[in-house]
């Protein structure tokens, strides 16, 4: 067991206890119980094996409720990406869950992915089509309710979304120009958003500008996506999963493509969990933990953007839990 904790300091360079966010499990398959009267801690896995090997060796951690039609949300990045997240661990991933495919949808702002026949030359571009890619918005969208929203009753998502049964949100997790990071929660929120409506929803004061103005930004933009993501929480209920790739982590999202800034922070591992708050929590906690250097302008990035309000904001709606306990599967 002292082997476990000692690779988990190791990595981080500071024990996550004194971070007062999660404290390492004992055992990895039988994670400490609750003391009587304290609300549970939530169970994020950590691997530091970046492979197909590692991640769906993950994924089988937390894959129990995934069940009939699946759908896989990556992020297809703009042509040629570096930092994308690598093609044989999606592969390997999609290939073991069955009845399972790709799904994205189009973007807000003009660029190779604007358009479902841009979209779908830029994912062969990128190598995402040895499965079926379902751009969810292709032929529209519907709207969602949100669970008490307190800026929106309802999203406009891709209309295919109500197809599936179950979703894995599998992120890249790195910085945002507006949302500071993105996580499980951005992938999910922006990234079923449809093009037209939903993300213009997030992003516009309001829905009669006729350009992209980009109007609404810092806490009140974390509030917006973190409300759209609750729409899909709510619909998918205890059928989806969020599996985090802290890799590549660059400050600039892989809408960035080949302009996006140079990661300076090391590749930390794969987190998963059942609870979305929790893995983006140990996420940022992670980046956080690492020397200076390395962490100085993500830490920037996301705090400029008051990005840290997707965190606390999840929490203020309940959709997951803080505290949570790390099991090192490796």
């Given at each position: 067991m002292?082997?476990?904790?000692?690779?988990?300091?190791?990595?981080?360079?500071?024990?996550?206890?004194?971070?007062?966010?999660?404290?390492?499990?004992?055992?990895?398959?039988?994670?400490?119980?609750?003391?009587?009267?304290?609300?549970?801690k939530?169970?994020?896995?950590?691997?530091?094996?970046?492979?197909?090997?590692?991640l769906?060796?993950?994924?089988?951690?937390?894959?129990?409720?995934?069940?009939?039609?699946?759908?896989?949300?990556?992020?297809?990045?703009?042509?040629?990406?570096?930092?994308?997240?690598?093609r044989?661990?999606?592969?390997?991933?999609?290939?073991?869950?069955?009845?399972?495919?790709?799904?994205?949808?189009?973007?807000?702002?003009?660029?190779?992915?604007?358009?479902?026949?841009?979209?779908?030359?830029?994912?062969?571009?990128?190598?995402?089509?040895?499965?079926?890619?379902?751009?969810?918005?292709?032929?529209?969208?519907?709207?969602?309710?949100?669970?008490?929203?307190?800026?929106?009753?309802?999203?406009?998502?891709?209309?295919?979304l109500?197809?599936?049964?179950?979703?894995?949100?599998?992120?890249?997790?790195?910085?945002?120009?507006?949302?500071?990071?993105?996580?499980?929660?951005?992938?999910?929120?922006?990234?079923?958003?449809?093009?037209?409506?939903?993300?213009?929803?997030?992003?516009?004061?309001?829905?009669?500008?006729?350009?992209?103005?980009?109007?609404?930004?810092?806490?009140?933009?974390q509030?917006?996506?973190?409300?759209?993501?609750?729409?899909?929480?709510?619909?998918?209920?205890?059928?989806?999963?969020?599996?985090?790739?802290?890799?590549?982590?660059?400050?600039?999202c892989?809408c960035?493509?080949?302009?996006?800034?140079?990661?300076?922070?090391?590749?930390?591992?794969?987190?998963?969990?059942?609870?979305?708050?929790?893995?983006?929590?140990?996420?940022?906690?992670?980046?956080?933990?690492?020397?200076?250097?390395?962490?100085?302008?993500?830490?920037?990035?996301?705090?400029?953007?008051?990005?840290?309000?997707?965190?606390?904001?999840?929490?203020?709606?309940?959709?997951?839990?803080?505290?949570?306990?790390?099991?090192?599967?490796?």
């Amino acid at each position: 067991m002292n082997k476990i904790k000692k690779t988990v300091f190791l990595v981080f360079g500071v024990c996550i206890l004194a971070l007062g966010c999660a404290s390492a499990a004992n055992k990895a398959d039988n994670p400490a119980e609750p003391l009587p009267g304290k609300q549970a801690k939530a169970i994020v896995y950590f691997t530091e094996d970046i492979t197909p090997e590692g991640l769906v060796k993950i994924y089988d951690k937390v894959g129990a409720n995934i069940k009939g039609k699946t759908a896989i949300k990556i992020h297809t990045g703009e042509p040629n990406g570096p930092n994308i997240i690598p093609r044989d661990m999606v592969k390997a991933l999609q290939a073991h869950v069955p009845n399972s495919n790709l799904v994205e949808t189009n973007t807000y702002y003009k660029g190779a992915r604007h358009n479902t026949k841009d979209h779908l030359e830029t994912i062969k571009t990128n190598g995402w089509d040895f499965c079926e890619v379902d751009i969810m918005d292709a032929d529209g969208a519907v709207m969602l309710p949100i669970n008490g929203g307190k800026h929106f009753k309802e999203m406009s998502v891709g209309k295919n979304l109500l197809n599936y049964d179950s979703m894995i949100a599998l992120t890249h997790f790195k910085g945002h120009a507006m949302g500071g990071f993105g996580g499980s929660l951005k992938n999910i929120s922006i990234g079923c958003a449809d093009g037209k409506i939903g993300k213009k929803m997030m992003h516009e004061k309001s829905m009669q500008s006729k350009d992209e103005s980009w109007s609404v930004s810092g806490a009140a933009f974390q509030e917006n996506m973190v409300e759209g993501g609750k729409a899909v929480t709510d619909f998918f209920g205890d059928n989806i999963v969020y599996i985090n790739v802290l890799r590549n982590m660059s400050v600039d999202c892989d809408c960035a493509g080949v302009g996006a800034a140079e990661p300076k922070t090391r590749n930390i591992g794969i987190l998963a969990s059942t609870d979305i708050l929790a893995v983006d929590q140990a996420s940022v906690d992670m980046v956080y933990a690492l020397p200076d250097e390395e962490s100085h302008d993500l830490k920037e990035r996301i705090e400029s953007r008051e990005g840290l309000r997707q965190l606390s904001y999840m929490k203020e709606l309940g959709m997951g839990n803080n505290e949570y306990e790390l099991v090192n599967i490796d």
